[in-house]
């Protein structure tokens, strides 16, 4: 079974430029979802999908972050402009939504490096 | 609301020696636990989980934690360290209400030496 799949695997931008990161989950996942790993800590949610709708954007700084979903398989994080705080790895994850806490697997993620 | 700490940043043991990390948790529900594993330039990976059953929770290679809500601990053991044990731990919670998102804890670095 092919696992999450992300592009690029690393990115390097000058502040105030715009980003884009693809994510490709696992066939039939319908629940995606993307994180924010700042060196030193832990993964945080920045949004969750459940197929093409948004369940959860709670943590997502809306005025420079954005994501879609638009067929409910392929995803995409955009950031636009880019702060030199938002250098992290993203990470994109994907689980069935067929038990009570499902469990999330793991795309190798993006480096996003912001000069 | 929901939260995890690790007690250890950076844990180094010596190669055959026990693994013990360190987790408390806080959570306003009934919690669902994990511990997930990252190597360095590989994606996170479940070793265990816990969801009511079982307190004592058995996960891949030879790890296993314990649930003990009196104390709200999970912390994550091993009986004998190997080399390739050597990567970044994080001990995570869910609520198994509301949204059920996952909230990682800031993770625990084991260094394996030979």
């Known amino acids: 079974e092919a696992g999450v799949a992300q592009s690029p695997r690393y990115k390097i931008i000058e502040k105030r430029q715009s980003v884009a990161f693809w994510c490709n989950p696992i066939s039939g996942h319908a629940t995606l979802y993307w994180y924010q790993q700042i060196l030193g800590q832990g993964p945080k949610l920045l949004i969750q999908?459940?197929?093409?709708?948004?369940?959860?954007d709670s943590q997502l700084p809306k005025d420079r972050f954005s994501a879609e979903r638009l067929k409910g398989v392929d995803s995409t994080l955009k950031i636009q402009p880019a702060k030199l705080e938002d250098s992290a790895v993203y990470l994109c994850?994907?689980?069935?939504?067929?038990?009570?806490?499902?469990?999330?697997?793991f795309g190798p993620g993006t480096r996003l490096t912001v000069l | 609301a929901q939260s995890v700490t690790q007690l250890d940043s950076h844990v180094s043991v010596s190669e055959g020696t026990p693994v013990l990390l360190r987790c408390n948790y806080s959570s306003s529900y009934s919690p669902s636990l994990f511990w997930y594993v990252q190597h360095p330039n590989k994606g996170l990976q479940l070793l265990l989980k816990y969801t009511s059953a079982a307190t004592l929770v058995k996960g891949i290679n030879g790890f296993e934690a314990e649930f003990k809500k009196s104390e709200t601990s999970f912390h994550l053991t091993k009986p004998s360290a190997h080399m390739s044990d050597a990567a970044e731990y994080f001990c995570?919670?869910?609520?198994?209400?509301?949204?059920?998102?996952?909230?990682f804890g800031s993770g625990t670095r084991l260094q394996v030496q030979p």
């Open positions: 999908f459940q197929n093409n709708g948004v369940v959860d």
């Open positions: 995570v919670v869910s609520d198994r209400a509301g949204r059920r998102a996952l909230t």
């Open positions: 994850a994907s689980s069935l939504q067929t038990s009570e806490v499902p469990e999330q697997f």
